[in-house]
């Protein structure tokens, strides 16, 4: 079975611009999450997706927005990129079924540079 | 404020030995635990999950312990092989399927 695919692997930006990210889930998984790691703040969640409805959203701005659509591939944006925006998004597919386990895998992660 | 917590920033260990990975938490509502390891650049990779429900998960080399009382999960490796090295992560389930991590243990292991 595939992993989790993330494109691209790495972008450069500049300040003021926006930015799309793609993942593709593990076939079967209907529950996508995305995660921000930076240096300073260590992994934290975003937003998570399931059944093309946002779940659950963390602590971030409203210039970090996602959707996911019928085949559960998800996407994030974030727009009016900032400098303190670079870092490593990671997006992770977990199946779902209540009270289960609900490991979550991660695929390899975009490296945003915001320049 | 700070959910999960691993205070020791790195780990060192001898090839063979045990490798005790520590992880603390606040939250009583979380409901799953799981570790990951990281290499760097790469996304983490799931090595293994145990329910609150639970004081004890075993499987191959990784047993992860819970102390619900205590509020404290630890992840054993034994033995410890040099290909462990890397930075692993502890993570608590809470509303929905949402992961707090804590910052990562660095563990080397020295041959």
């Known amino acids: 079975k595939a992993g989790v695919t993330q494109t691209p692997r790495y972008l450069i930006k500049t300040r003021g611009q926006q930015v799309t990210l793609s993942c593709s889930p593990i076939?079967?998984?209907?529950?996508v999450s995305w995660y921000q790691q930076t240096p300073g703040q260590g992994l934290q969640f975003l937003f998570e997706?399931?059944?093309?409805?946002?779940?659950n959203k963390g602590n971030f701005p409203g210039r970090f927005s996602g959707r996911q659509f019928s085949n559960s591939r998800s996407e994030m944006n974030v727009s009016t990129l900032e400098l303190g925006d670079s870092a490593l998004y990671l997006c992770?597919?977990?199946?779902?079924?209540?009270?289960?386990?609900?490991?979550?895998?991660f695929g390899p992660g975009t490296r945003l540079t915001v320049l | 404020d700070q959910q999960v917590k691993q205070n020791s920033p790195s780990l060192s260990v001898q090839e063979g030995r045990i490798s005790i990975l520590n992880c603390d938490y606040t939250?009583?509502?979380?409901?799953?635990f799981l570790w990951y390891k990281k290499y760097p650049a790469e996304g983490p990779t799931f090595l293994i999950s145990?329910?609150?429900?639970?004081d004890k998960n075993e499987d191959g080399r990784f047993t992860v312990f819970l102390n619900k009382s205590a509020k404290h999960l630890s992840l054993h490796i034994v033995p410890s092989q040099p290909g462990d090295s890397a930075v692993y992560f502890c993570?608590?389930?809470?509303?929905?399927?949402?992961?707090?991590f804590g910052g990562g243990t660095r563990l080397m292991v020295k041959p």
């Open positions: 939250n009583s509502m979380f409901d799953y």
């Open positions: 997706y399931f059944s093309e409805t946002q779940r």
């Open positions: 145990i329910s609150s429900i639970k």
């Open positions: 076939s079967g998984h209907r529950s």
């Open positions: 993570a608590a389930r809470g509303a929905g399927n949402m992961l707090t």
């Open positions: 992770a597919s977990s199946l779902e079924w209540a009270g289960g386990a609900a490991e979550q895998f």
